[in-house]
């Protein structure tokens, strides 16, 4: 049977489990130019909070009744396709659910021999895109500037802080806990990080950020940016990837009104701030691929993935993404991994 996981209400703030709906059904046939699937590793991202709501964004939404939307690492079971053959693995839109049928579209091929499948979907894949791509070609980092990095422990935030470093700037990493700052410093060689949950965060922030910022790669919003935007310096850059703290907020915040005094910052500081979308920067793939790819090898970039067990704990994994609750790329294992002794 497919096992999947249906969107059965759209959340207000907050999603709860009640809001997916698991449901079983026939695994389907491939027809005609078509491949079966079946999901190895599925991956949990914070942008699926988006989808859920029916609002207009760069992607469509997901529909009610249909399989939650997403992404996963597959071995092809049966294929009708040239190009694609019984065995191999691929990246493809999975979606929640252990089977699926794909025409080939947008599907890339996963080389066991070269990295662990499952990085498809992690450093090798999206969020790596991501994390380079904003990192190198929005906030351009020089030799000696400040670079700060919100969660800082995760998918995005890690490879951003990991690829400074190797840039040769001086990184400071924001993240939710003790052992997350502590995994930041000691395993990934971050200069500092700061929990932004201490009550102390503003002041232990500016003191390990004493040049000022001179990138702050942003990935969540809130209390955070509001921390770290201060202490930009002129002609500072901002590469705004994501604002995770806001992704549950049903209207406008309460309080005075900043907007004002932030257009004064940006102008007068001449910062520059970038929202960019992963799939805008897809030329930078094989980019990705050599220098990731070459420095893991190297052992000058770690990662570390938070692998829950069954399609049946997606829901509540989701929902700790969410919290913060996830600890290195958050991937789901569906079935077994044949390349993973
Ligand atoms: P992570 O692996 O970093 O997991 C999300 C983390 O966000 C949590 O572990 C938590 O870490 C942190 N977080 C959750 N809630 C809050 C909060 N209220 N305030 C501060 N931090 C919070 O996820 P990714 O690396 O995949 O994604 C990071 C960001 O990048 C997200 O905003 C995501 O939407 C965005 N993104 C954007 C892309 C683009 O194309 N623009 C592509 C990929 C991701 P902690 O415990 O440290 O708080």
Request: net charge negative.
């Amino acid at each position: 049977m497919n096992k999947q996981w249906l969107l059965k209400s759209r959340p207000h703030g907050e999603p709860t489990l009640d809001n997916f709906e698991y449901a079983e059904t026939p695994v389907p046939e491939p027809g005609e130019g078509q491949m079966l699937l079946k999901t190895i590793y599925m991956s949990l991202d914070p942008y699926m909070r988006g989808r859920m709501n029916d609002t207009k964004s760069y992607a469509a939404s997901a529909q009610l009744g249909d399989p939650m939307s997403g992404t996963g690492v597959s071995v092809v079971v049966k294929s009708n396709l040239d190009g694609f053959a019984e065995g191999e693995y691929v990246v493809s839109q999975t979606c929640w659910q252990s089977h699926s049928l794909s025409d080939g579209q947008g599907v890339m091929k996963v080389d066991p021999k070269n990295a662990p499948i499952s990085t498809g979907v992690g450093i090798l894949g999206m969020p790596g895109l991501t994390a380079y791509a904003g990192l190198l070609d929005i906030g351009k980092p020089k030799e000696g500037e400040t670079v700060v990095v919100s969660a800082a422990s995760g998918a995005v935030g890690s490879i951003v802080g990991q690829i400074a470093k190797i840039k040769g700037c001086k990184v400071v990493g924001v993240a939710g806990s003790p052992e997350k700052c502590a995994y930041v410093v000691d395993e990934l060689g971050f200069d500092e990080c700061v929990n932004y949950k201490d009550a102390d965060f503003a002041q232990k922030l500016a003191a390990a950020c004493d040049k000022g910022v001179d990138i702050y790669f942003e990935n969540v919003g809130g209390i955070v940016f509001d921390t770290v935007f201060p202490l930009m310096n002129d002609f500072s850059r901002i590469p705004l990837c994501g604002r995770i703290a806001n992704y549950n907020m049903t209207g406008d915040p309460e309080g005075p009104n900043k907007l004002p005094a932030f257009f004064g910052q940006m102008l007068v500081k001449r910062i520059m701030l970038r929202g960019f979308i992963s799939f805008d920067h897809y030329d930078r793939f094989p980019d990705v691929v050599r220098d990731l790819g070459g420095w893991i090898r190297e052992g000058k970039v770690k990662y570390k993935e938070d692998i829950v067990q069954g399609i049946e704990n997606a829901p509540e994994a989701f929902l700790g993404l969410l919290k913060g609750k996830n600890f290195g790329k958050l991937l789901v294992q569906v079935s077994d991994d044949p390349t993973r002794s």
